[in-house]
C-alpha cells in the first residue's frame, strides 16, 4: 500500500508539525498521572507516570499494561503519549510512561545519558514493570498482559 499525503498537508515536515500543535490530545480530560522515582542498577534514577484508570490498590494488575517508550527528548505530557494515556484509559487499561535520563525535567545524578539504541535501560524497565505487576498479583496469580510501544 503506497502512502499518499493529504493535499492541505503535503510533506514530512509538516506531517510532523500539524499533530503537535492542533491535533486532539484527548477525548476526554486530561491525563492525571502518579510519578514513581525508580533507582538504577548504576546509582542514577528514572521516574515512571503512571495513569491509573481504577484507584483500588492493585486494580491495574488486573488490568493490561499499556507502557510507552516516549520518543527523542519526549515525555509523559507529549502529544503522542497524552493520546495514548486517552486510548488505554478509555479501554481500562493501565497506562506507565518511563522517562528516559534527562527527559523528565530533572537533571540526572550519573553522566549516562538517554540514547535511541539503549535496549538494556529499556529491558530492565519492561523486567521491573513485569515483577511489580506479578508481585501485587500475588503468589500464583498471572498478572494482565503487558505491552509496550
Known amino acids: ?16 508539525i500539524w499533530p503537535a500543535l492542533y491535533a486532539h490530545r484527548v477525548f476526554g480530560p ?21 495513569l491509573d484508570p481504577d484507584p483500588k490498590p492493585g486494580a491495574a494488575d488486573e488490568k493490561p499494561m499499556l507502557v510507552l517508550f516516549h520518543g527523542l527528548e519526549g515525555s509523559s505530557r507529549s502529544h503522542y503519549a497524552e493520546a495514548f494515556a486517552d486510548f488505554a484509559r478509555e479501554r481500562g487499561m493501565a497506562f506507565a510512561v518511563p522517562h ?11 553522566p549516562r545519558a538517554y540514547h535511541s539504541g539503549d535496549f538494556e535501560e529499556v ?19 498471572a498478572a494482565a498482559p503487558l505491552v509496550a510501544v
Open 123 to 141: 529491558g530492565w524497565i519492561l523486567a521491573r514493570v513485569q515483577a511489580r505487576r506479578q508481585t501485587q498479583a500475588g503468589p500464583g496469580a
Open 30 to 50: 486530561h491525563p492525571q498521572y502518579r510519578r514513581e522515582r525508580w533507582d538504577t542498577p548504576d546509582g542514577d534514577f528514572i521516574d515512571v507516570d503512571f
Open 1 to 16: 500500500m503506497n502512502y499518499v499525503a493529504p493535499v492541505w498537508l503535503p510533506g514530512g515536515q509538516l506531517q510532523t
Open 100 to 110: 528516559f535520563r534527562g527527559c523528565s525535567g530533572e537533571i540526572n545524578r550519573a
